[in-house]
C-alpha cells in the first residue's frame, strides 16, 4: 500500500472525452459495457495504464478491433494498453458483482435495489477508467434490468430514451450534457415511491424534482422536498447560483457508507438524511435532512461545476460547502445556536483529530487512502478556514471572489490555491500568508495577556501564536489570525477585528475610561484554543453582557471547564457557590430557551480531554459525574419549575416550540438525578407525542440508569421494530448503559435485528458506545478497547471504510495517561496483525503505531 504525495501531482498524459455505458443488470453477473473516445494529450506517452479493482475483464477492443490476451497487462489495480492513435475509440467489457459487494463501493445492492457510491475511487470497481478528477467526459448511460422487480433506472442527467427488451426486461437511456469526473457517476435501479414537485428557477427554466424512497415512505419525504426548494433558492439569492439541469433527482437507500452523495443531477442519500416525520424525526433529524439537503445541492457548483484537480485539492469542495451549508443553517434558524454547534464539533472531534497520529492539514500531502481523507479536518477545519477567509476579505469581497472563482474556473478542475486567488484577485486582498493554514496540521494556540493603564486609558493585549510539534509538519510557520473580539465596559460594548499575523503582536486600544472586560475570538473567529486569564467575575459579565452569544456561551463553557478540571486534581471538593449562581441565573433569566439549552449543558468528555494531558479517562468521568450530581441537587426545584413552564401540550416544529423542547429536556436531564423528579422522566417518555421528548426521557432513563429503564427501552423497541431508522436510535441510545454494559451490548450484537453488513446500525451500536459511553468506553480493564477492537476486525473483511471510520476513538490515545495508551495501543496491535488488513486500517494502525 503505497502513500501518494501531493508533491508528485501529474496532469494526465490522456483524456477521456465522452463515454458511452451500458449496464446490463444482474445481482451476481453484471455486465459493463464501456465506450470511450479516449486522446493523448501528452505526444510522447505511449502507455495508457486505466484504473480497475475488483473487475472481471472480459473483452478490450481499440477502434473496434479486438486485442489479445497479449496485447495488455493486467493486474489488481489496473489494465496497460500500448496505444500508437492519437485519438481513439476505446471498448471495453467488464463483469461485476453488485450483490456480494459488502464494501458499498462501486456497484451494490442496498435492500432490493442497485445503487452506486463512486466517491473517492469506487468508479474503478465498475470498469476500467481514468479515474482521476482531472479528466471531464460526457456520459450517455444505458441501464437494463427487469422491468418489473426495477421499474426505475436512473443516471445522471436528462432522460434520452426508455424501450421495453427482451425477457421482461427495459432499458433506459440517461444523457448529462455537463463534464464530470467518474466520481459523480451515479445509477439507480430499483422499485420505489415517488414524490415529485417542480422548481422555477430564478431565470424562470422549470425544473423537475424528484425524490425516490422504499415504498410506503412518501410521507417521510415531505420535509426533504421543501428543504431543496428552500435550497435552490437560498443559492440564488445569496450567490446567484441556479440549478442546471431540467431535472434533480435525490434517491434513498438504507445501506450507505456516509451522509449521501452529489453525483451529478442524480443525489444517493443515506435515507437517515432523506425520511423524517412527527413520529420518528427528532428536532435535530429536522435539522440535520434540511442541512445534508443543501449541503448536496450546493455541491452542484461546489464540486460539480467546479471540481478538484486531485484529490488532496478535497477540502476545496468540502470545506466550501460545509461553509455554505452552515451559513443556509444559520439563516434558517438561530444564528448563535447553530454557530455554537458548529464549534462543538469541531471541538470534539477535530481538535482530537488536529492532535492525532492521523493529524493532516485541510489539504493532505500524503494519503494511502482516500477514503480515510473524509475528515472533520478537511470537512470541519476546513469550513472555519473558509469562513476566516470570509470574515477577511468581508461579506462583499467574499461574494465576488466566489462571481470570480466561476467565471475563471466553470467546467474545470481547479486548486484550493485558485479558489484563495480568486478570492484575493477579487477583493485585493494579500492573501499569501493565509494559505499557511492550507499546509500546516494542527490546532495552534493563541495566548493572550492584557495591561490596563488607567492613567492613560490605555488596553493593551499582548497576543502571541503556538503550533503544536506535529510529525506531519516539517515545519511551522506562523498564520494570518483573525481575531474578533469585544471590549465591555460600562459605557457599552465596542467590537474589533484584529489581524495576528506575526508570532507576538501588540494591540493597542485608547479612551477607555475603565478596564473592559474582553471577550476574545467572538463567534469563534478562529479555529485555535485560547489561553488568556480570566477572573469568575469576568466570565461572568461576558455571559450577561456580551453582545455576541457565542461568547456567552463560551464564558459558560470556560466556567463549567474550570471547574471540571478542580475537580480532577481534587475529586472530594466542594462545587462552588458562583458557579451554581451563575447556573441558577441563567436557568431563570429572560431570552431565547435554545441558546439557555446550549448554555446548561456541560462539555462533553471530548471537549474536556482535548484540554488535558497526561490525565486518566475515568478521572474526567468522575468530575464530571460530581458536578452533574451537585448542580442537580442544589438547583433541583429550579429544573423543576423551568421544566414544567416550557411543556407543550400540543406539538408544533416552529423555531419557540424547538427551543422550548431543548430547554425542558435539558432540564430533565438534571431532573433524573434527583430522586424527588426522577419519576418525571418514564412520565415523559410514556407521554411523549414526538420523537423528541419520546427519545430524550429514553436516553435520560438509560444515562442515569433509572429503574424503569427495562420497561422503556422494551417498550420502544416494541413500538418500532419494523422502522429501521428509529431501530438505530435505540441501538444507539442502549450502547450508553451503565450498569452490566458489556453483557448487555454482547445481547446486543446478538440480536435478531443487529447487523454490521448496515453502515447506520453498525455505528448506531458500536460507534455510539466509543463516542458517548466514555465511562465504559475507557473502563479500566480495557474491555472497552477490546470491544471496539472486535469489532473493528469483523469489519475489515465486510467493509473497510466504516471500520476504519469506527476505529478513531482508539487512536485518539495521546492525552491519556500512560497506562490508558499502553491498552489502547495493545488493541491496535492486535488488529494490525490480522491477516488481509485493509488499506483503510493499515494507513491508520501504521500512524498510530509508529
Ligand atoms: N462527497 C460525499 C462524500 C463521499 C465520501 C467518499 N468516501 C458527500 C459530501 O461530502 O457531500
Ligand atoms: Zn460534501
Known amino acids: 500500500f503505497q502513500p501518494r504525495f501531493l508533491s508528485d501531482y501529474q496532469s494526465p498524459a490522456f483524456t477521456i472525452k465522452k463515454v458511452d455505458l451500458t449496464f446490463d443488470l444482474y445481482d451476481n453477473d453484471t455486465l459493463v459495457t464501456a465506450i470511450m473516445q ?5 505526444k510522447s506517452s505511449k502507455q495508457l495504464r486505466l484504473d480497475g479493482e475488483h473487475l472481471t475483464l472480459v473483452s478490450v477492443a481499440i477502434d473496434g478491433q479486438l486485442l489479445a490476451a497479449d496485447q495488455y497487462q493486467l493486474d489488481d489495480s489496473s489494465l496497460t494498453l500500448s496505444i500508437e492513435q492519437d485519438d481513439f475509440t476505446l471498448e471495453i467489457e467488464t463483469k461485476i458483482d453488485p450483490e456480494n459487494n459488502t464494501a458499498l463501493e462501486g456497484l451494490y445492492k442496498s435492500g432490493g435495489a442497485f445503487c452506486t457510491q463512486c466517491e473517492a475511487e469506487g468508479f474503478r470497481r465498475i470498469t476500467y477508467f481514468l479515474d482521476r478528477p482531472d479528466v471531464l467526459a460526457e456520459y450517455t448511460t444505458t441501464v437494463i434490468a427487469d422491468e418489473n422487480v426495477y421499474p426505475y433506472l436512473l443516471a445522471n442527467g436528462n432522460k434520452i430514451a426508455e424501450s421495453s427488451v427482451e425477457n421482461g426486461r427495459h432499458s433506459v437511456t440517461w444523457h448529462d450534457p455537463f463534464p464530470k469526473p467518474s466520481y459523480l457517476f451515479a445509477l439507480v435501479a430499483g422499485d420505489f415511491d415517488l414524490l415529485s414537485d417542480t422548481y422555477k428557477t430564478a431565470s424562470g427554466r422549470q425544473v423537475a424534482l424528484e425524490i425516490f424512497v422504499d415504498k410506503g415512505n412518501i410521507e417521510k419525504a415531505h420535509h426533504a422536498m421543501a428543504s431543496l426548494k428552500k435550497s435552490m433558492a437560498w443559492d440564488e439569492q445569496t450567490y446567484n447560483l441556479e440549478y442546471d439541469l431540467d431535472i434533480y433527482m435525490i434517491v434513498a437507500v438504507d445501506f450507505f457508507n456516509m451522509g449521501a452523495m452529489e453525483n451529478k443531477g442524480l443525489n444517493v442519500f443515506n435515507s437517515k438524511f432523506v425520511l423524517a416525520d412527527n413520529a420518528t424525526a427528532t428536532d435535530t433529524d429536522f435539522f440535520n435532512v434540511e442541512a445534508v439537503i443543501a449541503h448536496e445541492y450546493f455541491h452542484n457548483w461546489t464540486g460539480n461545476r467546479v471540481t478538484c484537480r486531485d484529490w488532496f485539492q478535497l477540502s476545496l469542495k468540502e470545506g466550501l460547502t460545509v461553509f455554505r451549508d452552515q451559513s443556509f443553517s444559520a439563516d434558517m434558524h438561530s444564528k448563535a445556536v447553530c454557530r455554537i454547534q458548529n464549534v462543538r464539533l469541531l471541538r470534539r472531534m477535530q481538535f482530537p483529530e488536529d492532535a492525532s497520529p492521523m493529524a493532516h492539514p485541510i489539504r493532505p500531502e500524503k494519503v494511502v487512502e482516500m477514503n ?6 478537511v470537512y470541519e477545519k476546513g469550513a472555519e478556514v473558509i469562513r476566516m477567509l470570509h470574515r477577511i476579505v468581508g461579506d462583499d469581497g467574499f461574494k465576488k471572489g466566489m462571481a470570480l472563482y466561476f ?5 474545470h478542475a481547479v486548486t484550493c490555491d ?7 484577485d477579487a477583493s485585493q486582498v494579500d492573501l499569501s500568508q493565509f494559505k499557511v493554514w492550507y499546509e500546516q496540521a494542527g490546532t495552534p494556540t493563541v495566548k493572550v495577556e492584557k495591561q490596563f493603564d488607567q492613567a492613560k486609558n490605555e488596553l493593551t493585549l499582548h497576543v502571541s501564536q503556538h503550533h ?19 471590549l465591555i465596559t460600562q459605557a457599552g460594548s465596542q467590537s474589533h477585528l484584529l489581524t495576528l499575523s506575526q508570532a507576538q503582536q501588540t494591540f493597542t486600544f485608547k479612551h477607555l475610561e475603565n478596564e473592559p472586560v474582553v ?9 485555535v484554543k485560547v489561553e488568556f486569564e480570566q477572573t469568575d467575575q469576568a466570565l461572568n459579565t461576558i455571559i450577561t453582557d456580551a453582545k455576541d452569544e457565542f461568547s456567552r456561551w463560551d464564558a459558560c463553557q470556560s466556567l463549567f471547564m474550570r471547574e471540571i478540571f478542580a475537580l480532577i486534581n481534587a475529586p472530594s471538593k466542594a462545587v462552588s457557590a458562583t458557579l451554581l449562581a451563575t447556573v441558577s441565573s441563567i436557568l431563570n433569566s429572560e431570552g431565547d430557551n435554545a441558546l439557555k439549552a446550549e448554555m446548561l449543558t456541560l462539555p462533553s468528555f471530548d471537549e474536556i480531554a482535548e484540554l488535558c494531558d497526561s490525565v486518566e479517562p475515568q478521572a474526567i468521568c468522575r468530575a464530571v459525574e460530581t458536578l452533574k450530581q451537585t448542580i442537580a441537587g442544589e438547583l433541583a426545584s429550579e429544573f423543576k419549575q423551568v421544566f414544567t413552564s416550557n411543556q407543550q401540550t400540543t406539538y408544533s416544529k416552529d423555531a419557540k416550540s424547538i427551543a422550548n423542547r431543548a430547554l425542558k429536556n435539558v432540564c430533565l436531564n438534571y431532573m433524573a438525578r434527583s430522586e424527588q423528579y426522577a419519576s418525571m422522566v418514564s412520565k415523559q417518555y410514556y407521554e411523549a407525542d414526538n420523537m423528541t421528548d419520546g427519545i430524550a426521557a429514553f436516553s435520560t432513563a438509560v444515562i442515569a440508569n433509572l429503574p424503569d429503564l427495562s420497561a422503556i427501552s422494551e417498550h420502544f423497541a416494541n413500538k418500532w421494530k419494523d422502522t429501521t431508522l428509529v431501530m438505530d436510535k435505540w441501538y444507539s441510545v442502549m450502547a450508553q448503559q451503565q450498569q452490566d454494559t458489556f453483557t448487555k451490548l454482547q445481547a446486543l450484537l446478538d440480536s435478531e435485528s443487529f447487523t454490521l453488513h448496515n453502515p447506520n446500525r453498525a455505528r448506531s451500536l458500536i460507534g455510539a458506545f466509543a463516542m458517548n459511553n466514555p465511562q465504559h468506553f475507557h473502563c479500566e480493564s480495557g474491555q472497552g478497547y477490546r470491544f471496539l477492537a472486535d469489532r473493528v476486525i469483523e469489519l475489515n473483511a465486510i467493509n473497510p471504510q466504516v471500520a476504519a471510520r469506527l476505529i478513531t476513538p482508539l487512536i485518539q490515545f495521546g492525552r491519556f495517561d500512560q497506562a490508558t495508551q499502553q491498552k489502547m495501543k495493545r488493541e491496535i496491535s492486535r488488529i494490525a496483525s490480522i491477516d488481509k488488513l485493509a488499506r483503510d486500517l493499515k494507513e491508520k494502525v501504521s500512524a498510530a503505531l509508529s
Open 38 to 42: 479516449v486522446s493523448r494529450i501528452d
Open 519 to 527: 471577550a476574545l475570538f467572538t463567534d469563534f473567529s478562529a479555529p
Open 468 to 486: 503544536p510539534d506535529l510529525p506531519v509538519n516539517k515545519t511551522t510557520k506562523d498564520l494570518l489570525i483573525p481575531i474578533a473580539i469585544e
Open 407 to 411: 467565471e475563471r474556473h466553470d467546467g
Open 372 to 377: 480515510n481523507f473524509y475528515t472533520m479536518t
Open 418 to 424: 485558485d479558489f484563495v486567488d480568486a478570492m484575493a
